[in-house]
């Protein structure tokens, strides 16, 4: 009954913004970690963001032109991404877990990833 649906990924020039959305039926967010991962072709998934009750963090590539937010009114985690590079181009997933962590093995659901695109 646990599910995480994530949206608002598209194509977006470089230097564009654009926002993620995660959003949770059957459970409410406030209750867990919120973990944003990305995974382009060929390489390693990678955790940019997390947010815990009290904290944030963010991966190096990320600092400064992501923020994570929770809109608890909604039960959604938001990712706002700004100063977009190519190289940001991947399937970004939300998953929750108990535990702040970078490492994909401490979250327990995931959605089913959006795809994101910088190109001009």
């Known amino acids: 009954q646990l599910q995480l649906v994530e949206s608002g990924g598209g194509l977006v020039q470089p230097g564009g913004s654009l926002r993620l959305s995660c959003t949770a039926s059957?459970?409410?967010?406030?209750?867990?970690?919120i973990g944003w991962f990305r995974q382009a072709p060929g390489k390693e998934r990678e955790g940019i963001s997390c947010?815990?009750?009290?904290?944030?963090n963010y991966a190096g590539a990320v600092k400064g032109r992501f923020i994570i937010s929770r809109d608890n009114a909604t039960n959604t985690v938001n990712l706002q991404m700004s100063n977009l590079k190519p190289e940001d181009t991947a399937v970004y997933s939300c998953?929750?877990?108990?535990?702040?962590?970078?490492?994909?093995?401490?979250?327990?659901?995931w959605g089913q990833g959006t795809q994101v695109t910088v190109s001009s």
């Open positions: 998953a929750a877990g108990s535990v702040v962590a970078a490492g994909s093995s401490y979250y327990d659901y």
């Open positions: 947010i815990g009750r009290s904290s944030t």
């Open positions: 059957g459970f409410t967010l406030d209750s867990y970690v």
